[in-house]
């Protein structure tokens, strides 16, 4: 394994009274593409925001580069935010703002590049997450959900990021748009070098582009590796998730 760019060790974290992690590890090294799977409330978003320096754990350290999240200075943060890109789950677009400056906004406020400059170089990223030229001036309510999907993307890769973390990033989507959304990231990873951290449910998701899988089960990791390591694991979840895609008339295998 290579060089290791997201560490977590020993996170512990109590929302509303209810234990979500229990000395939750894992770690991620430059170049993977990685899901994290789980029933609900096993914690997945909980520790996305953990790690992207959101929400505290009670207990742990978390590390990306090297460098603590929660022992960082303001100045510290700023600088590693600006080594990764985040795509939430909803988006998280701005309504009032055309796609091209909702993708630059992250160049306004982090770079000192003349506005014009930054929003020639969105619809650079807008292009590179599939987009057509014309979109970059229409609103978001403008555009399908694959679309606003994919102008997410293209703020997450604002600012040439090394790592990507990305939230269900099918949700709401239909197969076909999602299957593409998939092949556009696994292209992106390949052809800029990145590394994807990403929460997930779907399935063909973990089929089609996925180097490595870490399952979340009563808060810590159940079992970390390829879709066929997984399937050997002794455990209800998982067995009925996997079976899932046998009711769909798909064989369980790997790549």
């Given at each position: 394994?290579?060089?290791?760019?997201?560490?977590?060790?020993?996170?512990?974290?109590?929302?509303?009274?209810?234990?979500?992690?229990?000395?939750?590890?894992?770690s991620v090294a430059?170049?993977?593409?990685?899901?994290?799977?789980?029933?609900?409330?096993t914690g997945k978003s909980v520790l996305l925001?953990?790690?992207?320096?959101?929400?505290?754990?009670?207990?742990?350290?978390?590390?990306?580069?090297?460098?603590?999240?929660?022992?960082?200075?303001?100045?510290?943060?700023?600088?590693?935010?600006?080594r990764f890109g985040v795509l939430f789950q909803d988006g998280a677009l701005f309504s009032s703002?055309?796609?091209?400056?909702?993708?630059?906004?992250?160049?306004?406020?982090?770079?000192?590049?003349?506005?014009?400059?930054?929003?020639?170089?969105?619809?650079?990223?807008?292009?590179l997450a599939g987009l057509p030229p014309d979109a970059a001036k229409k609103r978001p309510s403008e555009l399908s959900g694959g679309m606003r999907k994919r102008v997410a993307l293209a703020r997450a890769l604002a600012l040439d990021p090394e790592l990507l973390f990305l939230d269900e990033p099918t949700s709401g989507l239909d197969p076909i748009s999602a299957r593409a959304f998939d092949r556009l990231i696994r292209l992106l990873a390949d052809s800029l070098g990145l590394t994807v951290f990403l929460v997930t449910h779907d399935l063909d998701t973990l089929f089609s582009i996925i180097d490595r899988?870490?399952?979340?089960?009563?808060?810590?990791?159940?079992?970390?590796g390829t879709v066929d390591a997984l399937k050997t694991?002794?455990?209800?979840?998982?067995?009925?998730?996997?079976?899932?895609?046998?009711?769909?008339?798909?064989?369980?295998?790997?790549?």
């Open positions: 394994m290579g060089e290791t760019v997201l560490d977590v060790r020993d996170v512990s974290t109590t929302l509303g009274g209810h234990r979500i992690h229990r000395g939750l590890s894992l430059r170049g993977e593409v990685v899901a994290l799977i789980g029933g609900s409330g925001r953990e790690i992207i320096g959101l929400l505290r754990p009670q207990a742990g350290r978390i590390e990306l580069f090297g460098q603590s999240v929660w022992d960082s200075t303001p100045e510290q943060m700023n600088t590693l935010r600006r703002l055309t796609v091209e400056d909702n993708v630059a906004t992250p160049l306004f406020e982090h770079t000192e590049l003349p506005r014009a400059i930054c929003r020639q170089l969105a619809r650079l990223k807008l292009a899988v870490i399952v979340l089960s009563d808060g810590r990791v159940l079992g970390s694991i002794d455990d209800p979840w998982l067995t009925d998730y996997f079976a899932a895609r046998e009711t769909k008339g798909e064989p369980v295998h790997g790549n």
